[in-house]
């Protein structure tokens, strides 16, 4: 197995990945611990604006032809309150940050370096874009959730070693609809950072 990492830059480039960029969210994001009920119109929707956004950096992880990671990132100002106003809140400057959206990796190919590869891409874009932090947001779920796996995957050391922590103090909430359930409900999110 060959997995290319590269940034889409071209337009028609980008827009052509949007479908396979969305099912990829979608499939990712149902495991633990987002627990997501996505649905393709929401994410072709989402990935459109994220597309759209100036500055934004779009890292795919390519099996052949076949789309099988991506990460994204974008100037934290570009984003909606819900992302920048916890930030604002506590008095940093998101003119200085740039923010890490998802970054989704089948399964499979996890455990390769691919995710160093979408780390360092996206912190060589945050520094050619004159940013001096990077930051990005994981739900917190609890310790008794009745969907948590017995040994779930801990990414807080891989992330840790690259720099990052959890910044007391520094939390938000998102909203979307979880697996098994009828609605959009509010999700408690940490901020990690760092410095570049």
């Given amino acids: 197995m060959t997995v290319e990492v590269r940034s889409l830059t071209d337009p028609e480039e980008r827009w052509a990945a949007i479908a396979a960029l969305s099912d990829l969210r979608i499939q990712v994001f149902r495991n633990w611990p987002y627990l997501y009920d996505g649905t393709a119109e929401y994410e072709a929707g989402y ?6 956004e100036p500055g934004s950096v779009l890292v795919v992880a390519q099996d052949g032809e076949s ?40 399964p499979q190919y ?12 996206r912190e060589d874009a ?20 009745p969907m948590r796996p017995e040994a779930p995957r801990d990414l ?7 720099g990052y922590a959890p910044v007391e103090g520094l939390t938000g909430t998102l909203e979307w609809q979880d697996l098994g359930d009828d609605a959009e409900s509010a999700h408690p999110m940490q901020f990690w950072m760092r410095d570049l």
């Fill in 47 to 52: 990935m459109a604006d994220f597309v759209r």
């Fill in 156 to 162: 807080h050391p891989f992330w840790r070693a690259r």
């Fill in 67 to 106: 789309i099988i990671g991506a990460a994204t990132a974008s100037p934290l100002e570009g984003h909606k309150p819900e992302i920048q106003n916890p930030f604002r809140d506590t008095g940093l400057d998101v003119a200085q940050i740039f923010y890490f959206g998802e970054s989704v990796l089948l």
């Fill in 126 to 145: 945050a520094r050619s874009a004159g940013a001096r932090q990077t930051a990005f947001c994981a739900v917190i779920r609890p310790e008794d959730h």
């Fill in 110 to 121: 996890q455990g390769q370096g691919i995710g160093h590869q979408f780390f360092d891409a």
